[in-house]
């Protein structure tokens, strides 16, 4: 289920970037806004999951709430112009910054080795995480052209590649297992594990509705806030980018069809049991 959900990820991503980029119809703002799963909505699920119990039925509620919220935002969407004037600037840059804040300690998780590693926080870890870092650092501030250029992934590209070479070497040089204070055996957190990629598939069908959808208000009411949320930040998003990279201001139909296909992209994505597909604030 988890390759299923990844490899869905990926597809809907793809797809909704591609209809965000260039419209179809009024969805789209045919704007250079990046969409993809929004690690935005990881408070609103704790919280849905802990409440429900975290199994396949709190995700397959989490699902439902993302169809009914992204209906809900598209509909923002279209009535965009008269609502505009509650989104000022300071409100949409603050919600931006707002969200980006808050994601701090799932970095903070993945820098120590992850929430389940039993060698949290270990030096291996940090200094895996440090020299990661530190080549995406330099890719994007000392180097020149496509490697630095403030919209291209290709310096965390490289850090990645970078990582993975440096968790085999030391693979090479340093013990792969410890002892927790318990006494059981266990694999450190940076060793490369390709068990899924190698019981997956070399191609394969993106799978509708892989997880049961079920309707539950505990999940619906807080999603639904979330969606409001999530729309602000693709308004300061399209402004951000416009302003920055094309020396405008977003146009109200920009905008409109920015949102429009935030919602209905989330929409989509939930069908495919995906989580909301919103625009991405890395550029902003």
């Known amino acids: 289920l988890q390759v ?3 490899q869905n990820a990926m597809f809907v991503a793809g797809i909704v970037t591609l209809v965000q980029l260039y419209g179809l119809g009024p969805v789209g ?14 408070g609103v699920f704790n919280s849905v999951a802990a409440t ?38 300071v409100v949409t840059g603050t919600v931006v910054l707002s969200i980006g804040l808050s994601l701090i300690s799932v970095g903070v998780n993945s820098f120590g080795g992850g929430n389940a590693a039993k060698d949290f926080g270990s030096v291996e870890n940090l200094l895996l995480a440090v020299f990661v870092l530190v080549v995406i650092l330099f890719f994007k501030h000392w180097t020149k052209g496509f490697l630095s250029s ?22 090479f040089v340093l ?6 204070a318990d006494g059981v055996e266990f694999t450190k957190a940076w060793v490369l594990n390709w068990n899924k990629v190698a019981e997956a598939s070399w191609f394969a069908i993106p799978k509708l ?12 009411l807080p999603v639904m806030i979330m969606f409001i949320v999530t ?5 300061g998003d399209i402004s951000g980018v416009m302003e920055g990279g094309m ?17 209905l992209g989330s929409t989509v994505a939930a069908c495919f049991g995906v989580l909301p597909n919103t625009s991405f604030s890395q550029n902003v």
């Open 4 to 6: 299923s959900l990844l």
């Open 209 to 220: 509705v892989p997880v049961k959808i079920v309707f539950d208000l505990r999940a619906i």
């Open 231 to 235: 729309a602000v930040e693709t308004v």
């Open 247 to 263: 020396s405008r201001e977003a146009t109200d139909k920009e905008l409109s069809g920015g949102i429009i296909c935030d919602g």
């Open 175 to 180: 013990p792969t297992t410890g002892v927790t």
């Open 52 to 89: 429900m119990g975290g199994d396949v039925t709190a995700y397959g509620a989490m699902m439902g709430a993302s169809i009914l919220g992204g209906l809900f935002e598209s509909v923002l969407g279209v009535f965009l112009k008269p609502l505009r004037k509650l989104f000022p600037p």
């Open 150 to 171: 403030s919209s291209s992934s290709a310096s965390r590209l490289v850090g990645i590649i970078a990582g993975y070479l440096a968790a085999i070497v030391m693979g």
């Open 29 to 42: 703002g045919k704007v250079p806004i990046i969409m993809g799963t929004s690690s935005g909505f990881l």
